[in-house]
């Protein structure tokens, strides 16, 4: 786990897949609605509702990185002014597709960082 009360990197994995399909229907919306507004999310509700400790973490990272391809392939094509586009964050305000996207990278690092504290406190206990 990440610390004494951190997620597993199984849980880890389990969110970031959630944060993908959440992170892109917000860039579908985006893309195809204007100015659209996002619902908000619950990161220990959707521990729970999608039963993280009981999932295969193989699996998951099957589901995230189709999905990542496909959040990639719907990316390539846009022009130059449709990364623009606006919504409305529920936390952050307004945003543009760019800047969601640059915020799906961060998000993206940050639990990488923390998949690897994980596994090397994991090795530590070995």
Request: with cysteine; net charge negative; charged share 30%.
């Amino acid at each position: 786990t990440d610390g004494p009360d951190g997620w597993s990197v199984l849980e880890v994995m389990c969110h970031l897949y959630d944060c993908e399909e959440i992170y892109y229907t917000r860039a579908r919306l985006l893309i195809s609605e204007n100015k659209p507004e996002f619902p908000g999310y619950d990161n220990h509700e959707l521990a729970r509702l999608h039963d993280y400790l009981n999932q295969d973490i193989e699996d998951m990272f099957e589901r995230y990185a189709h999905l990542r391809r496909e959040f990639i392939a719907m990316l390539i094509p846009l022009r130059e002014d449709e990364w623009q586009r606006r919504g409305l964050h529920p936390e952050s305000g307004v945003v543009t597709l760019l800047e969601h996207v640059t915020n799906v990278s961060l998000h993206d690092l940050n639990h990488i960082e923390q998949i690897i504290r994980a596994l090397e406190l994991d090795s530590l206990r070995l």
